[in-house]
C-alpha cells in the first residue's frame, strides 16, 4: 500500500505572496500524482496531474513539480480565492486503487 | 455544462442498505469510466470505487470489497453505488467523479458533483 504524507499540515500566508506545499509517497511515482484544491463545503475541484500538468482551467500562478518520491505544489502569488485545503491523489498503483494525503490547509495570515 | 447531480444519502441504521444515484450531463457519459469518492466528517478523501465505460470492470477499495457494488447504465447516463451492511465507519459524503484518463491511465478526477451524505447511526 502506497501512504502518502502531506506538509506543512497547515500554513499561513498573506495575500500576493507564494506558498509551497510538499507531498512525499512511501514508494516511487514516477510522475503519477494528483492536486485538488478543496473550499469548505464545495467538492474538490483538480488543479494539476502528471505531477505538473495544468487541468482545464487552472490559473498559471498553479505549478506543480516534483517526481519518485517528493513532489511540490507552489501557489506563486496568492490570491483570496486560494485559500483552502489542498490535497494530494497517487495513480501510481491502479489497479487497485488511488490515494489521497490528509491535505493542507492554507488559511490567511 | 458538465454536471453531476448524486441522491439517495441519508440516516441509515448499522447493517443497513442504501443506495446511491449520480445523474450525469453534459459530456459523453458511456466514453467515461466514473468514481465515488468519500468523505468522512472533517476528514480527509478516500476514492472508493470505479467503473469502466461498459461497466465490465469494477475496482473498489479493500474496506468497502464485498459491501458496496458501483455500476451504470449508459442509456440513463446515471452510476449507482449500492451499500449492504453499512457501518458507522461508512459515514461520509460520498461524491461522483468523472476519471480523466491521459494516455490509457487513469489519472485523477476532473469533475465531481456536490456530494450527497450517508450517515450510519443507530
Known amino acids: 500500500e502506497i501512504v502518502m504524507t502531506q506538509s506543512p499540515a497547515s500554513l499561513s500566508v498573506s495575500p500576493g505572496e507564494r506558498a509551497t506545499l510538499s507531498c512525499r509517497a512511501s514508494?516511487?511515482?514516477?510522475?503519477?500524482l494528483a492536486w485538488y484544491q478543496q473550499k469548505p463545503g464545495q467538492a474538490p475541484r483538480l488543479l494539476i496531474y502528471?505531477?505538473?500538468t495544468r487541468a482545464t482551467g487552472i490559473p498559471a500562478r498553479f505549478s506543480g513539480s516534483g517526481s519518485g518520491t517528493e513532489f511540490t505544489l507552489t501557489i506563486s502569488s496568492l490570491q483570496s480565492e486560494d485559500f483552502a485545503v489542498y490535497y494530494c491523489?497517487?495513480?501510481?498503483?491502479?489497479?487497485?486503487?488511488?490515494?489521497f494525503g490528509p491535505g493542507t490547509q492554507v488559511d490567511i495570515k | 455544462e458538465v454536471q453531476l447531480v448524486e441522491s439517495g444519502g441519508g440516516l441509515v441504521q448499522p447493517g443497513g442498505s442504501l443506495r446511491l444515484s449520480c445523474a450525469a450531463s453534459?459530456?459523453?457519459?458511456?466514453?467515461?469510466?466514473m468514481s465515488w469518492v468519500r468523505q468522512a466528517p472533517g476528514t480527509g478523501l478516500e476514492w472508493v470505487a470505479n467503473?469502466?465505460?461498459?461497466?465490465?470492470?469494477?475496482y473498489y477499495v479493500d474496506s468497502v470489497k464485498g459491501r458496496f457494488t458501483i455500476s451504470r447504465d449508459n442509456a440513463k447516463n446515471s452510476v449507482y453505488l449500492q451499500m449492504n451492511s453499512l457501518r458507522a465507519e461508512d459515514t461520509a459524503v460520498y461524491y461522483c467523479?468523472?476519471?480523466?484518463?491521459?494516455?490509457?491511465?487513469?489519472?485523477?478526477?476532473?469533475?465531481w458533483g456536490q456530494g450527497t451524505l450517508v450517515t450510519v447511526s443507530a
Open positions: 502528471g505531477a505538473s
Open positions: 467503473i469502466k465505460v461498459d461497466g465490465r470492470e469494477q
Open positions: 453534459g459530456f459523453s457519459f458511456s466514453s467515461y469510466w
Open positions: 491523489q497517487q495513480y501510481n498503483n491502479w489497479p487497485p486503487g488511488f490515494t
Open positions: 467523479a468523472r476519471d480523466l484518463v491521459v494516455r490509457g491511465v487513469i489519472t485523477s478526477f476532473d469533475c
Open positions: 514508494q516511487s511515482l514516477g510522475s503519477n
